[in-house]
């Protein structure tokens, strides 16, 4: 069977097959995330040591396939750590093209540290970003509320009042002038002129610095001038909107009025609208490896896998990246938590993963819990989670 039009998937199979099932069934994803073998040696869940040429010779193929099943707008995050970094961004670049690289995450994956070698303690990990057209992909953001709880260090936004107008919720964030001083009348004189509005009606004007429309005159405008630039030789910054947007798009600016009679002042803030999400930053610090295994250790299925990434890391990628209704895949499923967290975003999912036997480090426990290979343990994790899904082996 290889109809996959509807549900979730966990094909038990090794990545190559599992991507050429998709091939046949004519699949597109959009968005592809994967956390391949880091080639160090580690033995604790899957045997994890091949030569560098051997190890990009399994990685090629599989990456050109998965580029195929991406939507022209998909993106694909790879996992991997210092050891196989270089290499991988060289074959990424071949094959997906240097100018589709959005861009690189430091994920502080264990901030103690894990001790592999000589150097020092590891704490972080990459996630390379690539799209399939970087042409029609749009800036990555999350969900404010998500990104604050997850990582408050690195998302600490201020606190501010949402206000309504006609058009619906927003926040004040800067002054509608550039604080940039080298933006100024010389540099940008279209960017310098006088702002006008009437308090009771609402209405908004420009005009040449210092000139006012004799009409407008005494008829209860107050205006804002240019900021005045502290550098020898200039007179003002320029404000950060043309002429044209501030008369076309005023009802996205508040004007504050300060004073009274002829002393009144006016202030212009922007309106953000879209306060409720922020841009991601490229550094990821909160979600770690622990969260990862306390996270299997509810599900029942603690100490089976030693680096399962945290359900939060793959929540925030798949909102960035995808819609809800969107399929995401997941060609090294490991222990599921990709499929957990596409499910809880409302995402549909596709996993492969080998049917490998568990290291003599874990195949104890596993196999006290009925479990033989790491495919057993990403659907034990699925099902504990409550996730539907389907499982084919190819």
């Not at 000589?118 to 990555?140: S, W």
């Not at 619906?168 to 509005?197: C, Q, R, W």
């Not at 080998?354 to 009925?370: C, D, I, K, M, R």
Request: with cysteine; net charge neutral; aromatic share 8%.
């Amino acid at each position: 069977m290889d109809d996959f039009r509807e549900g979730n998937w966990l094909l038990r199979a090794d990545a190559a097959a599992g991507l050429r099932a998709l091939h046949r069934a004519g699949q597109q994803v959009k968005m592809i995330y994967i956390d391949p073998p880091y080639n160090t040696g580690n033995t604790f869940a899957y045997h994890d040591r091949r030569a560098k040429d051997e190890w990009l010779a399994m990685m090629s193929p599989l990456l050109a396939s998965a580029r195929e099943l991406l939507t022209a707008d998909g993106l694909i995050f790879i996992s991997i750590d210092f050891n196989q970094l270089c290499e991988l961004k060289l074959e990424m670049d071949r094959i997906f093209g240097t100018a589709n690289l959005i861009g690189n995450f430091v994920w502080v994956s264990n901030l103690k540290g894990r001790q592999l070698g000589a150097g020092p303690a590891g704490t972080h990990e990459y996630i390379l970003t690539y799209a399939r057209d970087a042409t029609q992909v749009g800036q990555l953001r999350g969900r404010t509320e998500l990104l604050q709880k997850l990582m408050p260090t690195v998302y600490h936004l201020p606190q501010r009042q949402v206000k309504h107008d006609a058009r619906g919720a927003y926040v004040t964030k800067n002054e509608l002038y550039n604080t940039n001083s080298k933006f100024n009348e010389v540099t940008a004189p279209s960017m310098v002129f006088d702002i006008h509005y009437h308090p009771q009606t609402g209405a908004v004007r420009t005009s040449e610095v210092g000139t006012l429309d004799p009409e407008l005159a005494g008829a209860g405008w107050v205006s804002a001038h240019p900021h005045p630039n502290a550098k020898p030789g200039l007179k003002f910054h320029a404000w950060r909107w043309s002429r044209a947007k501030v008369e076309r798009d005023y009802a996205d600016l508040e004007f504050q009025v300060h004073g009274r009679g002829t002393h009144r002042s006016l202030k212009i803030y922007t309106k953000i609208r879209d306060f409720h999400e922020t841009a991601l930053k490229d550094l990821v610090m909160g979600p770690s490896t622990i969260s990862g295994q306390r996270e299997l250790q509810r599900l029942g299925l603690g100490g089976l896998f030693e680096t399962p990434k945290p359900t939060g890391l793959l929540q925030v990628l798949i909102e960035a990246a995808t819609s809800p209704g969107d399929t995401v895949l997941d060609f090294f499923a490991g222990s599921g938590t990709t499929g957990q967290a596409a499910h809880a975003t409302g995402r549909r999912f596709f996993l492969i993963q080998l049917e490998e036997p568990f290291s003599s480090a874990t195949s104890g426990p596993a196999g006290e819990q009925g479990l033989h290979t790491i495919a057993d343990l990403t659907a034990a994790r699925l099902r504990a989670a409550e996730v539907p899904f389907h499982e084919l082996r190819c």
